[in-house]
């Protein structure tokens, strides 16, 4: 069976159910993905109810409701089915939507997933988006929250675009009106709501001599320049406010500061994707930003906010939402200086670092992606802390660029192998990846992951 025939069979399965039951992830992916089902069963005139857990385990598997009603795993459950069989559910109770590489089971649950397929770069979101279009036509509106799936999932970052069935996703987006896409706009994160200068001195990817990492830098190359910088009332512009003109002005620049510094300038632009029915200058306007907020609020233990924002709460849930995303960037700066005054460890192919239990679990590893543009940001990082609910487990988050990517890295493969040799459990995608280990087991394994790293790269 096909990856489409495998969606209309889910559609069935969920037409057939007297209740649903969702359970999802609590990053960007997972929200959106709930988001989107919950929607569209309630569409279709199914009670629903969502429940959200930050890894599929067996202390997080008593979420799972003990009742008749399908159990619907969304972003997670197809690298954890053996949880599922030991629960007892059988094959007619579980639906999977996921995008993770699965489990070995006995038991054969329903799934749709692209990896089989090939589709590697569809993110749970728009498999959920595929079932949901499948449900009713009506769900194509579903459009611009599985685009900030697949982007928060940073499935287009790694390829510079959503391709496959993702574009396709974009493309009924676009029909519906919802959606804008920018195919050839500035690589660079921010575009809807900082000012053009800091969102230049933010990007590391590429990374550009003078800009990147200098504020100052930054405002002095876009001065010389002659671009009005601010509006006649004094405010900051924004990127997605500079005209056509304005806009190729820069990036010819940027274009020859880069060659002028024997750097590659593929990576200067990529698609963007706008959402021209959100405020301007709103965290919502864009999808990698929107994105954002959803990980702030699934990081801080609110991803049912997140999900009401998705469902379209401009109201009391998006004010939470701002909230909650203005104190994630904070603590985040905070994360990030930390990491930078302690410094790292290096080794051949690694460089970490461990920030005991000074941060919560959920946000170390955005910060160590900031914090890799700032070191060597040519080695791999990998962040651990430890677990004040478990002392005997540790948490690892690391992160990688495009550029080791392209040269032959995948931090999922790596810890994949390194947890199942000590006892632990991780995934994820090539660029970035999380795992649990054992907590007495972190000297063997950091050194097991350089090993690891030290071959990919053979």
Same mark, same amino acid.
């Given at each position: 069976?096909?990856? *489409? ?90 639906l999977i939507l996921d995008h993770h590489v699965a489990q070995p089971c006995g038991v054969e649950y329903h799934q749709v997933n692209g990896v089989p397929h090939g589709h590697t770069r569809l993110?749970?979101?728009? @498999? ?10 009506? &769900? ?13 999932d940073m499935m287009a970052r790694e390829t510079l675009g959503l391709t496959g069935p993702a574009a396709e996703i974009v493309a009924d987006g676009i029909e519906h009106g919802s959606v804008r ?10 575009? *809807? ?83 021209? !029915? ?16 959803? &990980?702030?609020? !699934? ?64 946000? @170390? ?10 070191? &060597? ?23 990688? &660029? ?57």
């Amino acid at each position: 069976m096909g990856f *489409s025939g495998e969606v209309r069979e889910a559609a069935g399965t969920i037409r057939d159910a007297g209740t649903v039951s969702v359970i999802s992830h609590i990053d960007a992916d997972g929200i959106s993905s709930e988001a989107i089902l919950r929607t569209a069963i309630a569409r279709a005139g199914i009670p629903v109810s969502s429940r959200f857990v930050r890894q599929l385990e067996p202390l997080t598997m008593t979420a799972v409701p003990d009742d008749d009603s399908l159990k619907v795993f969304v972003d997670l459950g197809a690298g954890q089915q053996n949880l599922l069989e030991e629960r007892g559910l059988g094959e007619d109770e579980v639906l999977i939507l996921d995008h993770h590489v699965a489990q070995p089971c006995g038991v054969e649950y329903h799934q749709v997933n692209g990896v089989p397929h090939g589709h590697t770069r569809l993110s749970a979101a728009g @498999v959920a988006y595929f079932v949901a279009r499948e449900l009713d036509p009506v &769900n194509l509106d579903l459009a611009q929250i599985a685009i900030v799936g697949n982007v928060g999932d940073m499935m287009a970052r790694e390829t510079l675009g959503l391709t496959g069935p993702a574009a396709e996703i974009v493309a009924d987006g676009i029909e519906h009106g919802s959606v804008r896409l920018v195919r050839r706009d500035l690589n660079c994160y921010g575009t *809807s709501t900082r000012p053009v200068h800091v969102c230049l001195s933010y990007n590391d990817d590429p990374r550009i001599p003078g800009i990147t990492n200098d504020t100052r830098g930054a405002l002095r190359f876009l001065e010389r320049l002659g671009v009005a910088l601010k509006t006649a009332g004094g405010r900051w512009r924004v990127w997605e406010e500079l005209d056509p003109d304005e806009k190729r002005t820069i990036t010819s620049a940027l274009v020859q500061q880069l060659l002028a510094n024997g750097e590659s300038v593929d990576r200067l632009f990529a698609e963007a994707y706008l959402f021209p !029915g959100e405020a301007e200058r709103s965290p919502l306007r864009n999808a990698s930003e929107f994105a954002t907020l959803l &990980n702030a609020c !699934g990081r801080w233990a609110k991803p049912g906010i997140g999900s009401s924002v998705c469902c379209g709460d401009r109201g009391t849930a998006y004010c939470e939402a701002e909230y909650v995303l203005n104190n994630h960037r904070a603590i985040i700066r905070e994360l990030l200086q930390f990491i930078l005054d302690t410094g790292v460890t290096e080794l051949s192919h690694l460089q970490y670092l461990h920030v005991g239990d000074r941060y919560p679990d959920t946000i @170390v590893g955005i910060g160590a992606g900031m914090a890799l543009g700032k070191l &060597n940001w040519r080695k791999p990082i990998l962040v651990m802390c430890t677990l004040p609910e478990d002392p005997a487990l540790t948490k690892v988050s690391m992160r990688t &660029n495009e550029w080791s990517v392209r040269r032959g890295v995948d931090l999922q493969a790596v810890l994949a192998e390194a947890t199942s040799e000590l006892g632990g459990g991780g995934g994820g995608h090539p660029i970035a990846a999380g795992a649990f280990i054992p907590h007495d087991a972190e000297e063997v394994f950091v050194s097991r992951v350089n090993e690891l790293l030290r071959d990919q790269l053979a």
